[in-house]
């Protein structure tokens, strides 16, 4: 089946704009992810959706970011005023229920964001 | 406060070797820990789990270990091949299933 797809790909924008990068998880996956990784280092957690709800967004840097997930599937990851440290590859993840340890979670192949 | 660290940026191993990725981590609560694998260009992909009920898990070419008392787990792939170059990630899940990532760790195998 298809897995987690995320829109764009790439996405160049200049500093002060407003991006919105959007995440299609698995099918049937309740949990949803969002991360930022930086070049040269590794994923960090942004925001957690469990259904249309955002139960822990304690990632969010500050509050221009902000995600939603409308109808407990695709999410919208928004960014406000971007600045040139927003700069960085964003990665969705799904998986089935979230809670559970064994729940392995899928990532998407990230939108890569340049402020420039 | 790197709460999960990778202190080897890059490793080069023969094809046909052993490669042993090494992680370790701090926050004693952590009970689950996960290896990633990425290619450039898409998205990190799940290797390989282990609980920390266990000090070891095989899977293949694959197995993790994990020393609780040192905080410490490492990954080694035996044999190694071409196709096993990539970042690899070592994680831990915290609430949620939230994943705390080290720096990532590149693998070069070479032929």
């Known amino acids: 089946g298809a897995g987690v797809s995320q829109t764009p790909s790439n996405k160049v924008t200049e500093k002060g704009k407003y991006v919105e990068l959007r995440c299609d998880p698995i099918s049937g996956h309740t949990a949803l992810y969002w991360y930022r990784q930086s070049l040269g280092q590794g994923p960090e957690f942004l925001i957690y959706?469990?259904?249309?709800?955002?139960?822990?967004d304690s990632g969010l840097p500050n509050d221009r970011f902000f995600a939603v997930r409308p109808e407990g599937s695709v999410s919208t990851l928004k960014i406000q005023r971007t600045e040139r440290g927003d700069s960085a590859v964003y990665l969705c993840a799904s998986s089935l229920s979230g809670g559970a340890r064994e729940d392995t979670q899928y990532f998407g192949p990230g939108t890569r964001l340049t402020v420039l | 406060d790197q709460q999960v660290k990778q202190n080897s940026p890059s490793l080069s191993v023969q094809e046909g070797r052993i490669s042993i990725l090494n992680c370790d981590y701090t926050?004693?609560?952590?009970?689950?820990f996960l290896w990633y694998k990425k290619y450039p260009a898409e998205g990190p992909t799940f290797l390989i789990s282990i609980s920390s009920i266990k000090d070891k898990n095989e899977d293949g070419r694959f197995t993790v270990f994990l020393n609780k008392s040192a905080k410490h787990l490492s990954l080694h792939i035996v044999p190694s091949q071409p196709g096993d170059s990539a970042v690899y990630f070592c994680a831990a899940k915290g609430a949620w299933g939230m994943l705390t990532f080290g720096g990532g760790t590149r693998l070069m195998v070479k032929p």
């Open positions: 959706f469990q259904g249309t709800g955002a139960a822990d």
């Open positions: 926050n004693s609560m952590f009970d689950y």
